[in-house]
């Protein structure tokens, strides 16, 4: 029987004539250590004005500056001598009369109310008035209704009676002010006599009367 052969059979076999092919000598050539380099003194030492070319330490933050005067003012205050703040608010003016321009005046409407039958009309004065011409507006547009306003259903019973107590509350506020310094004003409106001296304010006792006389014939017919 025949002996098998020893050993690995898939062995390579030995090449003569030197070393293998792709043996490496020796590995790879190293180049020679050469120790780092420390840097010595400050690297912007050759420029004195630093990277920047600004003079000094080239990250020395600047020097707080300060302001005489007050610690948050603006600098360009200080030191003005007209600057005072912000100028103060101009007070308002007191309102003048609207027809002679005196003072003191207060705001104020009056009314007059006129009814024809099925035509009724409405009229005012406002504005601002001084003592004098307020009475005075007062008393012609009160006279007016008085004798002018009873003429008409609705102005009988709601119009005209309105328009007297209006006039007659609004009337105490010029009553209340004192009469405007002379030459202080322009011309003022003469305020005549009161209400109760004119013979026309009586002209609405008439439809007044005439409802009583109906009230009564209605009652004793």
Same mark, same amino acid.
């Given at each position: 029987?025949? !002996?098998?052969? @020893? *050993?690995?059979?898939?062995?390579?076999?030995?090449?003569?004539? *030197?070393?293998?092919?792709?043996?490496?000598? &020796?590995?790879?050539? @190293?180049?020679?250590?050469?120790?780092?380099?420390?840097?010595? &003194?400050?690297?912007?030492a050759?420029?004195?004005?630093?990277?920047?070319g600004?003079? &000094?330490?080239?990250? #020395?933050?600047?020097?707080?500056? !300060?302001?005489?005067?007050?610690?948050?003012?603006?600098?360009?205050?200080?030191? %003005?001598?007209?600057?005072?703040?912000?100028?103060?608010?101009?007070?308002?003016?007191?309102?003048?009369?609207?027809f002679?321009?005196?003072?003191? #005046?207060?705001?104020?409407?009056?009314?007059?109310?006129?009814?024809?039958?099925?035509? /009724?009309?409405?009229?005012?004065? =406002? *504005?601002? /008035?001084?003592?004098?011409?307020?009475?005075?507006?007062?008393?012609?547009? !009160?006279?007016?209704? $008085?004798w002018?306003?009873?003429?008409?259903?609705?102005?009988?019973?709601?119009?005209?009676?309105?328009? $007297?107590?209006?006039?007659?509350?609004?009337?105490?506020?010029?009553?209340?002010?004192?009469?405007?310094?002379?030459?202080?004003?322009?011309?003022?409106? =003469?305020?005549?006599?009161?209400? %109760?001296?004119?013979? $026309?304010?009586?002209?609405?006792?008439?439809?007044v009367?005439?409802? $009583?006389? /109906?009230?009564v014939?209605?009652?004793?017919?």
């Amino acid at each position: 029987m025949a !002996t098998p052969p @020893q *050993g690995n059979p898939y062995a390579a076999a030995p090449q003569a004539g *030197g070393p293998h092919p792709y043996a490496q000598q &020796g590995g790879y050539p @190293q180049a020679p250590a050469v120790p780092p380099q420390q840097p010595t &003194g400050n690297p912007y030492a050759a420029n004195p004005g630093g990277p920047y070319g600004h003079p &000094g330490t080239p990250y #020395a933050p600047a020097p707080p500056q !300060t302001y005489p005067g007050q610690p948050y003012a603006h600098p360009g205050h200080q030191g %003005h001598p007209g600057y005072q703040g912000h100028p103060a608010h101009p007070q308002p003016l007191a309102p003048a009369c609207r027809f002679c321009g005196g003072s003191p #005046a207060v705001p104020v409407t009056f009314r007059a109310h006129r009814g024809l039958l099925v035509v /009724m009309t409405f009229r005012k004065l =406002d *504005g601002p /008035m001084c003592g004098t011409c307020g009475v005075a507006v007062y008393r012609a547009l !009160t006279t007016e209704t $008085l004798w002018q306003g009873w003429w008409s259903p609705f102005s009988l019973f709601l119009f005209t009676p309105f328009t $007297l107590i209006h006039n007659l509350v609004v009337s105490r506020k010029v009553k209340k002010l004192q009469a405007p310094a002379p030459g202080q004003h322009g011309r003022q409106v =003469d305020p005549g006599v009161p209400v %109760h001296r004119r013979p $026309l304010a009586y002209v609405g006792l008439v439809p007044v009367l005439w409802l $009583l006389f /109906m009230i009564v014939s209605g009652l004793t017919g």
